[in-house]
């Protein structure tokens, strides 16, 4: 593998399985409940936590292993909520020591890069939303 396993996004590493998956997902989520800061997010947010560890589960299947069993739309939940830098900053370091501590080198490197990508996106987004980044710049002829 790589230092980037993003270049070959194809390619799952061969001792990543849906048991991890399910394990890294249970075991932040676990934790993320529990959180100071966002834990508080979280439970307000989600009423049924096996229905949601069952769809975060499926999300990172589709992304890790390309199994494609997410069918949703993971931005347009995030955008309603009330997230602010420090929230994804906490889930980014929450995700990634779970990640670390659960998952071989390489595969926990893998979900880290993947993660990163994933709340830059929501995190613009939500900044894009509240006007608090420009749009696009057209020029005029």
């Known amino acids: 593998m790589t230092d980037n396993p993003l270049t070959d996004p194809n390619a799952a590493h061969p001792d ?8 890294l997902v249970r075991t932040f989520y676990d934790r993320a409940r529990q959180d100071d800061v966002i834990g508080p ?7 049924d936590w096996d229905d949601h560890v069952g769809k975060i ?3 990172w299947s589709s992304v890790m292993l390309r199994s494609g069993r997410y069918q949703g739309r993971p931005m347009r939940p995030h955008l309603i909520l009330p997230l602010e830098a420090r929230h994804f900053d ?5 995700f990634e ?6 998952c071989p080198p390489e595969i926990a490197q893998a979900f880290i890069i993947r993660a990163r990508r994933i709340a830059d996106s929501f995190e613009m987004a ?11 710049r057209h020029s005029v002829a």
Do not use: C, H, K
């Not at 997010?41 to 009423?47: D, L, P, R």
């Not at 906490?90 to 929450?94: F, I």
């Not at 020591?97 to 659960?102: G, N």
């Open 16 to 23: 990543l399985d849906e048991p991890m998956i399910g394990l």
């Open 41 to 47: 997010v979280f439970n307000a947010a989600v009423a």
């Open 57 to 59: 589960s499926d999300f």
């Open 90 to 94: 906490r889930w980014l370091a929450l």
């Open 97 to 102: 020591a779970t990640a670390r501590e659960l």
């Open 126 to 136: 939500r900044a894009s939303q509240r006007g608090e980044i420009a749009g696009p």
